[in-house]
C-alpha cells in the first residue's frame, strides 16, 4: 500500500479512475445510468475491500484468539491488524482504544449504559445536541430514565449553527456531553474542539459521534481531545454491521463491562468471573471478522488517495452543488452553511413540494437520495418541516451527477408543481 | 359502478398510458390535485394514518347505509393515490367494500413503481377503509 504522507497533489485525483474501483457505479436503474447520493445512509465499496472480504472468507477463515491452529492465528492476526490500522487512522494513543462494535449506535450506546452504571446520579444530566440522530438521543434518554437524569440540548439557531456562547452555564450539572462532529441531516460541520475544551474546563468528558466525518475530515482523537469517539464502517467505504468505538485507557479501564460472554473473561466460576484487558472487556463473543478485515481495507484505500485529497476534491464538488442547486427557482437550503463548514450533506426543500414527492420522482430518474426526517426528529420539528430531501457526497460523485440532480429536481418540479 | 367496474377503469387508463412513467405519475399527481378534500374540521390525530412518510387524514361517513371518504395528504403523489383508493371503494356499502378484492394497484404496475413505503402507505390505507367496513359491518349486525 502506498504510504498517505506521500500522495498525488491534490488537483491530480482522478475521480473517474476512482470511480472505476466501484462495480456498483456501472449499473442502471429505471433504464438510467445511476446517480448515488445517498452515502450519508451508506456509502459504496471499492473492488479493494470486497476483495479484501473475500480473500479472508477464501483463505483464512477460522475463529480468533482462540485456535491454537495456523488457520486461527492468520486470522488473529489479520484481525489485530485491522485494529491497529484504525488506531493509526484516528491517531489514538493505544491500540487497545479501540474497540469494534456493530457500529456507531452500538458503541454510543454501549457508552451510555457502561458509563451510566457507573457515574450517572439522580439529577445529573447528559448535554447533547439539537443536531443530533436519534442514536445520540435514545441511548442517552433510556439509561436517564433508568437513573434519574435528564438530557439537556445545545441549542441550534436559524442557520443550523449550534450555538454555544452559553455552553458553561449549559456544562453546570452535566455529568458527559454527547455531540456529532458534522450533522447527518444537514451536514454542518459542529465546533466538537470548542465543545471539548469548555467541557473538559467544566472536568465533564465528551462522546463525539463522528459517524458522518471520518470519510470527509481527518480526524485525530488526541488532537480533538475527545474522551469517546464513535464511527462506522460502512459510511466509510467499509461494510455494514461494524463499527469503531474509540475510547480513552483511562475512561475505559473505570467503565464496567457491557455485555457477557466469550472473549470478554479472563476467568469463570460460578462465584465469580474475571474480565479480560482492553479491548476485549467490551468485545463479548466471536468478533465480526471480516468486518474489521473490510474497514482496514477500507481505510488504506481511504488513506492512499488521502483525506485532504478527498476533502479538497469534496469541498470543490460541494462548491459547484450549491452554486447549481441554489439557481433553481424556489430551492430551499436547510441549514445555511457554507461549502467549508459543510461535510458531504446538502439538505433541501423546493417550494411546498413534499420531500417525498420529490425524491420518489428523483428515484424514477435513477437519482437515489434520501427524503424523510434523516433519523433526527428534533431537527425537522425545529425547522417546522416533514423532512428534507438529502442529498450526500463520496469522493467518487462528479460533476455529472450533480449536473443530472439539478436537471431531476427540475423536472420533478415540473410535474409535481 | 360496482367496485370492481371502477377498478377495471382505472386498468383501462393505465393501459392506455403504457410505460411512460412521467406520463402515470402526472396522471396519479391530477387524480391528487381532484381529491374530494377533508373538511378541515376532520384533519385531526384520530385521523391520521400510520404507516405513511407522508401525513395522510381520512374521515368517513356513513349515509344511507354506504361509506362516504373523504381524505388529504400533504404530499402530492400521496394524495393522488388515495384518490384512486377512494374512486374504487367510496360510495359502497360495507359488505361490498369488505368483499371486494383489490386488484388494480398491482394491475397498474404501481407495486413495481413505487418506493416500498410509498406502497405500504397504500396498503395501511386500504386496511383502514377495510378496518372502518368491518366496524360498521358488525355495528349494524348488532344492532
Redesign the interface.
Known sequence: MQDSQTILAPSTLDIEVIRKDFPILEREV?GHPLVYLDNAATTQKPEQVLAAMDEYYHTINANVHRGVHYLSQRATDAYEAARHTVAEFINARHTHEIIFTRGTSEAINLVAAVFGKKFLKPGDQVLVSAVEHHSNIVPWQLIAEEKGAALKVIPVDENGDLVIDELDHLLKGVAIVAVNYVSNSLGGINPVREIIAAAHRHGVPVLVDAAQAVQHLTVDVQELDADFLAFSSHKLYGPTGFGILYGKEEWLNQLPPYQGGGEMIRTVSFEKTTYNDLPYKFEAGTPDIAGAIGLAAAINYVQNLGLDNIQQAEHSLMSHAIDTLTQIEDFRLIGKFDAAHRAGVISFLVGN??P??L???L??QGIAVR??HHCAQPVMDRYCI??TVRASLAIYNNRTDIDRLAAGIKKAAK??A | MTIQEEQDEIIADFEFLGNN??DK??YI?QLGKELPLIDPQYKKEENLIKGC???VWLHTDFKDGKLLFTADS?????KGLIALLIKVLSGHTPKEIIDANITFIDAIGLTS???P??SNGLLSMLKQIKLYAVALQSKSLHS
Open positions: 429505471y413540494i413534499h417525498f414527492d425524491g420518489e420522482i428515484d424514477k427524503t424523510g416533514p423532512g410535474l409535481l | 412513467w412521467d405519475y402526472e399527481i412518510q407522508s401525513r400533504d404530499a402530492v403523489i400521496t413503481h413505487l418506493s413505503t410509498r
